[in-house]
Structure formats: structure tokens, C-alpha cells
């Protein structure tokens, strides 16, 4: 039986792209060297996927930043702004990537949001009344002409034009169908250079077609791909969609023809039952997903042979592959020498999962799989389960009462008691968290693990960029302070290496977006917090003034979420845990004097599921109950706060509210402070701080421009629930560019303040 991947991981088995592009981006290096390490990186990997035998080898998933932004490029979709600056299409390229800021003008990057489910972010597509789509160049096809040239056939990959066109920013008062004409043309001339270039099959990603949908939204499908599939062509078309069933468009999607159709059979609940029932195009080829994509354990394949061999289709037409791109894992378990043989035995990532495509293959090939050895070590491994709830921590949880999860005062009481205690002035200035990650506080890091310096000696230096961090922030005026995270590698791995249930690796890196990456832990049993985990540094930043300075903690849902959760146990049981730990964290703090405890919960949306019908009762219930687990149990005068960034939180902005935290900051300045209308119309309760400036940028904002925001925001919140602070943690930018940034944001607030007269 045939295999196929849906795409593969970008960053290279020592992320030499991530290293390269910022080699690129501080000048080190020029970009035919940046061209280079590229081009290097794809060829190993073709040759990896040949190697393990993969029969629908992926070209043109690979991108320098992002496969949309790549997509906005092939497309035109070019906002003027970006054209205007003269710049060559490199350094457009990278301005629409990152902003831009220098002689030849100042504008910032594209807005940044989740893709569907997962923690990858992908840069929003703007379109206009001044955009024309059309095919800009053939560049799609330079990779699969560079793996031709290695005797390697590729499918080269596109995000589809339907896809496109719902996850676009539209305005000028347009929606999708006044481009409809436009993308038509557009992929019919991707399909005609795939002809010219003698392209055997093409893969077009539709992920939106497992998303509610309209009856207009499926006509819209239907109109695209009925015009662009009615001509002539050589090369055939496959259909990729991932992240669940298209249960609302299976019979349009049969209705078209498509060469082949990729399905999701791990994510997709009804898709075996779509197929059973309404039957599979009889010219097609069925591309199977069965091999989960999106996690790191080791695929059941009795499971999935089960699956597969209850298909109603002949065997020779059925292609077996990843449930979505490989991008969404690390690279290999090889490396992961610290973990235990058993955990490693359980645990499957990009290659290794090449490596079960390929015993899926071989085993449906054979009448008696079973008593093969590659099966038979599988069914061990599911036969002897990891370990499950113990007898006391399942007793917490069932013990939990409805009281449990609110606080005893009303939102109103609390705010005066926070007011009188806090005494802070209107629009109050703080940062989310984290100040820059510079080469010192790495080598830091770097130099404990390696045994090169004592704990002591580590906590000694970790507490001189603490007092440095402080002074820092009283030189700039800042209202509420922060320690800094110097102590933190990533807001959820330092959780998940101070709390028992979790391990973490040394190689599992997953990118984020563009240069970013992360190392998500893996929850292989219990959780429990052993240990106080950020009370010693929060007490110490405290100790060194006399402004208040925010506990910083990860929330629940975030914690798991930016983790590999079990398959075995429901999401619910996981998280509950984990907030009874981040509860007794929050209660310490407390204990210590914090007067401002800051739960982080970046990713509450990560985990909803993308059909509406199923958010309440299958994710939101349990996540909004255990973000209000955490902080239940606190005093009135502790002010809570939590911070949510780059997804779409408009349609769950009661459930958000509902969280009960004192104060929210969001996430705006990317999105144009779209969220704000939303809070209003809610009569959103809890105090609110929308960021006013992007910090995933290294342009610097002035001060004319925070106030701008600010003004803007003043017109909608009211002054005394409106906190000033920027979008996102400065981990990711140097002091160079955080400095200058916040001095400018504390200086409009000043200015503002006069106008806003005796107003605490």
C-alpha cells in the first residue's frame, strides 16, 4: 500500500533554518547563504522520506517564515503599504514577516493568528479594493524542480484558494466572492505550470472544509473548484484536508473531480461513518490519515488497521498517511537519551512516525499481519498502559464542590479592596511577564546544565538579572513590575520540569512561528507540584522595591495545551490536575505577600474544538472551571490577572469574562484592536489591557503612535478599567528594541494623564 505525508517538520534536526534566518535577519550572513542552507536542509529531507519509503514525498510545505505569508506571495496579495517601501522581494518578503523601520518608511507586520487548533501561527492574508489576485510567479515548483534534479518525484503543496479566502482579513466592505473570479484564474494557472513542468500529482490544503459551514460557504467551494477543475489537465489533484471530517461538504467534495481526497481518521469523528454512508468517489484515491500528526505517541495499529480494513474501497486504491503536516512534532526520539527506555519505547515523532507509515504499509500487505514482529511489539506496548489517577489526587478532584471554583466576593468588592491596596494610578503601566532572553541569561542556563557551575552560583546570577530587571523597570516608570522569567527557558517547560507527571527533552523543538520555537513537554502520568516553583524569585523581585511586582504563573489550560497530553485519559482529568497544582502555587504567593498574581492563559482557545456544537460540553466547560480552580481560594485584595494572545477570542468573550479574573490584558495592536468593539458590546466586566504596541516586531514604536492607541481605546473602555502594557512577553526582542519601545509607551501614558485630569 501506498504512504504519503502530509508535509514535514521546517527547522532542520538542529533548527539550521531557524539559526540561519536570524544569522540573515542581524546581518552575519547574506541571503544566498541563508538560500543555501535551505536548499541543503530540503535535499536531506526528500532523501530521508525516500529512504523510509514514503510514496507521496511533500515539496513546497518548506517555507522561509510562513506557508500562507509564502501563499499571499504566489498569490499577489501584497498589501501597498509593503510595496511602497522600494524594496527588493527578499526584504518585502521578510517586511511583511516582521514590519519594517528604517529611511524608507516605517509599517508594521501582518497580523499573526493560531492555525485551527494547533500552536503554529501563520501571518493573516489583507485583502482590499486594490488587491488583485493572480499567479505571481511559478516559484511554487522551484522545490519540486530542485528534488527533480535528485531523482526525487515530489507533489508539491498549496494552501487552497477556499481556505484562503475564509482565513483572509477583508476590507473595503468585500468578502470572499469578490475574488472568487480572481483565485479561479489564479489556480487554474498553478495547475497549468504543474502541467508545463510535468507534475504527477498536485496537493491542495483546504483545513477550513472540517469548520462550520454555510450552505454559501459550500456553494463558494463548489464555484472555485467546479471552474478550476472543468479544464483539461495532466496532473492529478489531490484533496488535503486535516484537523477533523467534513461532514458538512462530503458530498460536494465527492461531487468534484478530484484525482485523490485526503480525509482525517483521528481527528475526524464521522468520517468513517461519511464514507460507509455516502460512499467514495469510484475514480479516486483515499488518502487515510491514521497516523496523529499532532502528537508524539506511538500510533495503535491495530487500531488503524481495523479502520482501514473496514473501508468499502479496494486496497490498491487506498493511500495510508499522517492525520496533517509532521510540522506539528519534533523531529526525532533518537536524540531524547534522557528518557527513560520505557517512555521513549511509547513515543513516536516526525521520523519515527515515517517509520510506522512504512510498517503500516507493509502489514496491510500481508493476510496474516498478526502474527507479524512489528505488530506484535505494537500490541504490547498498548496492552501495558502508563499509569494512571492514584487513589489521593482522584480524591481531590471528585471531593471538589461548586464553591471550589468561585470566589467568595463580587467582582465590585474586590476591585476596591485591590484599589485601596494597590494604589495605583489611572491607566497603570506593566509589562506581560518576561524581559529579554539575552546571550548572558542563555549561557546562564546553558552553563548549569552542562555541570559547569553550582546551583548556587546559577541562582546567584539568576537573581542578579532580577535586580537588574527591577531597576530597570523603576528607571522606566512602570507602574507594576515584573522579575523578569530569567529563570525560565519557556513559560511552559520551566513548569513542566518543576512539576511531577511531566518529562521534557532536549531536542523536541516544534516551530512556533517564523524563527520561534518551542520544546513542549510530554505529561506521561500524574500531575502534582512537589515544590513552591516561582515563589523564592518573586519574593526576592518584591524585596527590591516598594512597587508591586506580579507572581507570573502558566495557567492550566495553557500548561496542557503546549504539551503532548495522554491519549489514554480524558483532557479534563489532565488539566484538573494541573490547576490544583498551579492552585497551591497561587496560594503560596499569596502566603509570601504577592499582592498581583498573573495566570497566563496564552493557548485557552488551543484545545477548543473547531465545531461550534461541541465547544461547551467537549472543552470550555472544564477550561474555564479550571482557570477559576487556580485563584478560587484567594483573598479579595489579591488582584488576578491572566493574558491571552494571537487567536480569536471574539466568539468566547463571555466564557472569558465568566474566567473571573480581576484584570485580562489581549493581544490587540497585531489584530487592530478588532477585540475592543467586542468587549463593549459584551459589557465585558473584568479590567482590560489591550496591547498598544506588537512586540513580535523589531520596529520601535514612537510616541505618538502609542498614544494614538491609547486615545483610541480610551473612546471604548472606560479610563478606570484600561491597563497600558504591550501585546505579548519581550522574551523575543533585545533590550535595544524592548527599552526604547516601553519608554515610549510610559511617556504617551503620561501625557494622556493630563488630559485626563485628577482620575485614579
Known sequence: MASSVIGFPRFGMDRQLKKAT?????????????????????????????????????????????????????????????????????DTYFAMARGYQSKAGDVGSLGMRKWFNTNYHYRVPELDAETTLSLRSTDFLSDYRLAKDMGVETKPVVIGPFTFLKLARHADGLDSSHFVEQMIDAYRAVIAACDED????????????????????IALFFAIYGAILELPRTVDVLLQTYFGDICDCYRAVCDLPFDGIGLDFVEGRETAALIEREGFPGGALLFTAVVNGKNVWRCNYDEALRTL?????????IVVGTSCSLLHVPYTVARETRLSVEIRSRLAFALEKLEELAELSSLLGKPSFRDDVAFIHNRELFQHPLSGCDGALRHRIEAL??????????????RESQKQRLGLPVLPTTTIGSFAQTAEVRQNRARLKRGMISSQQYEKIVRMFIKDCVRQQERLDLDVLVHGEYERNDMVEYFAQQLDGFVTTDDGWVQSYGTRGVKPAIIVSDVRRPRPMTVPYISYAQSLTDRPVKGMLTGPATILNWSFPREDIPLKESMFQIALAIQDEVLDLERAGIGIIQIDEAALREKLPLR??????????????AFRLCHAKVKAETQIHTHMCYSEFEDIIEEIDAMDADVITFEASKSRFSIVDV???????????????????PRIPSVEEIERHIQRLLE??????????????????NPQEAIPSLEHMVSAVKNIRKTLGGLR
Not at 510535468?198 to 477550513?208: A, G, N, S, T
Not at 461550534?612 to 472551571?625: G, S, V
Not at 458590546?681 to 496591547?691: D, R
Request: proline content about 6%; hydrophobic content about 35%; overall charge negative.
Open 401 to 414: 464542590r461548586p464553591e471550589d471554583f468561585s470566589r467568595k466576593d463580587r467582582r465590585a468588592v474586590r
Open 612 to 625: 461550534k456544537a461541541d465547544w461547551k460540553p467537549q472543552y470550555l466547560d472544564f477550561a474555564i472551571d
Open 716 to 733: 471604548k473602555i472606560p479610563a478606570d478599567r484600561l491597563w497600558i502594557n504591550p501585546d505579548c512577553g519581550l522574551k523575543t526582542r
Open 679 to 697: 468587549l463593549r458590546s459584551h459589557q465585558f466586566q473584568t479590567e482590560v489591557g489591550p496591547g498598544v504596541y506588537d512586540i513580535h516586531s
Open 198 to 217: 510535468h507534475v504527477r500529482w498536485l496537493q491542495i490544503d483546504e483545513p477550513y472544509l472540517v469548520m462550520d459551514l454555510s450552505d454559501d460557504d
Open 22 to 90: 536570524e544569522q540573515y535577519f542581524s546581518g552575519k550572513i547574506g541571503r544566498e547563504a541563508l538560500r543555501l542552507v535551505a536548499d541543503d536542509l530540503k535535499r536531506s529531507q526528500w532523501t530521508m522520506l525516500q529512504n523510509a519509503g514514503v510514496s507521496f514525498i511533500p515539496s513546497n510545505d518548506f517555507s522561509l517564515y510562513d506557508g500562507m505569508l509564502d501563499t499571499m506571495w504566489m498569490l499577489n496579495a501584497i498589501p501597498k503599504r509593503y510595496l511602497e517601501l522600494g524594496l527588493d522581494d527578499f
Open 309 to 317: 480494513a473496514s473501508l468499502p474501497i479496494p486496497s490498491e486504491r
